[in-house]
């Protein structure tokens, strides 16, 4: 009895009653039971002998490990884990939740669902360091009894791009150049030179909130615009924050990253394991920002373009609850890297709204882990819903169970049957009926605005951060041709004006050899361009 509960289908009796003369719990076995009496020797022809090839225990062990590995994710690959609790508060900001939203979690003040956490890097690969320039992932699954809710975050509040038809050239873009297998800063920025909507992002990220300085003391948040949807099927526009409680925000300059990275490349999943093996667990609140469901034309930008922040002054955080990581996994192949999020997982009384971006996500996660984990991976413990599950899916590779109901017939693998088949659940409330009348096109949306709130943010950094930002810009374009340098410049030039100049200054002044700001990065970027001929 392994799974959720659930016992694999016509093994009857005790298992652990089983047991070979002297073997105890501890004794080693294969995984077909068999007690293994040698475990450092393989059987061969007298002791320098040739070996044989029914050495089952051998090949059985060998060829499991050489099958260790899975693939790994295509974006954000290197990722730590744990578990915890999301406790309600029963209100959105001082009014009743369930004037918003019917979901079930939310509804009363001191009720715990379990969640699970997983925070990543995303651009580079599985063992990658964990202080590169980078969003960090912050993922949480909430297995409520309505069934898995995943919210699938980012540490930043925005994203490159508002299209998902444009999400793999952007990724491969970022990651190492296809023939020399490293990577190449001109790639990234050949392909934000035609993508102003990034401009925004790339301001984020080449500030010191590019390099949280863990997995603690950063924020999250869905991006994402989503819907609540109340008991009357009537639905709000919503957006879901994470801000961390006691512990905090800290990002890091590029030199305290490097410093770090010099002498550990998992301090991230380090600082989170050893804060929860000390007792010290880290907190974060859950915030919603609330808008009425429609285009919204006062605004200068659109609602469900995530390339914009929602500003706090107009649309504060409400909380709505609070969460606390209190146990680390027991073990991390099984609950991390398997684990398997994805925006479509939502319960009832949340719901999805137009945004193109989520839209696409909410394709591409299942299918991803049904190739990377495979067709069964909602069978995994760290995955499957902590409640009730009976559907009619049956089979595929790795079927670990039948999920099928106490009662429901064997032979009943459909529905509708009238012989003890499975049958519709009661609907929890009106559902939410959005009308349409349009043209099917392949447009973008009209308030673009791509630059205004990249400015706004760049005058709203500290000082320190805008000379971060501006080093590293100055760092990473200085490997980058001349067009490419030129289109990013006038972005951040429409974004502000200060902003353009001084990276055009920083530019001018790292191809006369003084390498901007003297940090370890631009020299850096000064020997890359060198190597590369790339000096101007
Ligand atoms: C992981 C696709 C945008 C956050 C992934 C994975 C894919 C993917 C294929 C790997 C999943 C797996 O192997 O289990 C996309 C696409 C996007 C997009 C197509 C846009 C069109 C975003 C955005 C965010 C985000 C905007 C942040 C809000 C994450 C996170 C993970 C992830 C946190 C890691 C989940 C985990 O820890 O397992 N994404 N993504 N992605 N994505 Fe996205």
């Given at each position: ?17 089983r047991?070979s ?7 080693l076995?294969?995984r ?6 040698d ?30 590995r899975?693939?790994?994710?295509v ?15 029963g ?18 003040a ?9 925070f990543?890097?995303?651009?580079h ?15 949480t699954k ?18 490159f791009i ?11 873009s ?52 989503y819907k609540?949807v ?6 709000v ?13 800290k990002n890091l300059t590029?030199?305290?990253?490097e ?21 010290e667990?880290p ?17 200068d930008?659109?609602p ?21 990581l209190?146990?680390n ?34 394709f591409?996660y ?15 413990p ?17 079927t670990?169970?039948?999920?099928r ?13 009238l012989l ?5 659940a009661?609907p929890?409330?009106?559902d ?7 043209k099917l096109v392949h ?12 400015g ?5 950094f500290e ?10 810009l ?10 490419i340098?030129?289109r ?10 200060e ?13 006369a050899?003084?390498?901007?700001l ?12 060198e190597?590369m001929?790339?000096?101007?």
């Open positions: 009895n392994h799974s959720n509960g659930t016992s694999v289908e016509g093994v009857g009796g005790s298992l652990d009653e047991r003369p002297g073997e105890t719990d501890t004794t076995t294969d077909q039971g068999h007690p293994i009496a475990n450092q020797n393989i059987r061969t022809v007298g002791n320098r002998g040739p070996s044989t090839l029914e050495n089952y225990h051998f090949i059985e062990k060998i060829s499991h490990f050489d099958r260790e899975i693939p790994e994710r974006v954000h690959a290197r990722g730590a884990g744990a578990h915890g609790y999301f406790e309600a508060y209100k959105v900001g001082d009014e009743p939740v369930a004037r918003y939203t019917r979901a079930k979690l939310f509804q009363e001191g009720k715990r669902t379990p969640v699970f956490v997983r990543s890097t995303v651009v690969g599985g063992h990658s360091p964990e202080t590169l320039r980078d969003p960090r992932g912050f993922a909430f297995y409520t009894e309505d069934g898995n809710w995943d919210l699938v975050g980012n540490n930043l509040k925005i994203f508002r299209d998902p038809l444009k999400f793999p050239d952007m990724v491969h970022f990651r190492p150049d296809p023939v020399t297998n490293f990577n190449d800063p001109e790639r990234m920025f050949d392909f934000l030179a035609g993508t102003p909507e990034a401009t925004h992002m790339v301001t984020f990220v080449f500030s010191p909130w590019g390099i949280p300085a863990n997995y603690r003391q950063m924020q999250g948040s869905g991006v994402n615009t609540w109340n008991a009357n099927g009537e639905a526009l919503v957006k879901y924050h994470w801000e961390p409680l006691k512990q905090g925000i590029q030199h305290e990253a410093g770090i990275q010099a002498k550990n490349y998992s301090h991230a999943t380090q600082d989170l394991y050893e804060a929860i093996e000390r007792g667990f907190e974060w609140e859950l915030c919603v920002q609330i808008l009425s469901d429609g285009e919204h034309p006062e605004l930008f659109d469900l373009d995530p390339t914009k922040l929602w500003d706090q002054e107009h649309f504060p955080f409400l909380p709505v609850g609070k969460m606390v209190d146990r996994p027991e073990n991390y192949f099984a609950e991390v890297e398997q684990a398997a999020f994805g925006t479509g997982v939502l319960v009832d009384g949340l719901d999805f709204s137009d945004d193109k971006l989520l839209q696409g996500r909410t591409s299942s299918d991803t882990q049904r190739h990377r984990v495979g067709t069964n991976y909602l069978q995994l760290i995955n499957a819903p902590k409640k009730h599950v009976a559907t009619n899916q049956r089979d595929g590779q790795m670990y169970y039948v999920d109901a106490e009662g429901q017939s064997p032979h009943v693998n459909y529905e509708p049957s003890d088949g499975l049958t519709e009661k929890q409330g009106k939410h009926e959005p009308a349409y009348q349009a447009h973008k949306i009209d308030r673009t605005n791509d630059f205004k709130q990249a706004e943010t760049y005058r709203k000082n320190w951060e805008r000379d971060e930002l501006i080093g590293n100055v760092a990473a374009l200085q490997v980058c041709r001349p067009p340098r030129q990013m410049i006038d972005y951040f030039t429409q974004a502000d004006p902003y353009g100049r001084r990276v055009a200054e920083g530019l001018a002044q790292a191809d050899g003084s390498p901007h003297g940090s370890v990065s631009a020299q850096q970027g000064a020997d890359l361009a190597r001929g790339r000096r101007t």
